[in-house]
């Protein structure tokens, strides 16, 4: 049986914290800038925990990640 292929764009977007869950970035918080409030460009630079509807998608894409 060959090797499972990883997905690299996505294990450049995605970590698994200590605890085993997965957490990625918030989308809109790379270029236009200018025109959003400070208080929203804070909210979008904190992480998120991976919603569980997206889980089995991601698994199929990074086979090697140990999750719990």
Do not use: E, W
């Not at 914290?17 to 409030?37: A, D, E, P, V, Y």
């Not at 992480?47 to 698994?59: E, G």
């Amino acid at each position: 049986m060959p090797k499972m292929k990883t997905c690299r764009a996505a294990a450049k977007r995605f970590r698994v914290t200590g605890s085993g869950k997965i957490i990625r970035r918030q989308q809109n918080r790379s270029h236009l800038l200018f025109h959003k409030s400070t208080k929203r460009k804070r909210r979008l630079s904190k992480t998120l925990v991976l919603s569980s509807s997206d889980f089995p998608r991601l698994m199929v894409q990074l086979p090697y990640y140990n999750v719990k």
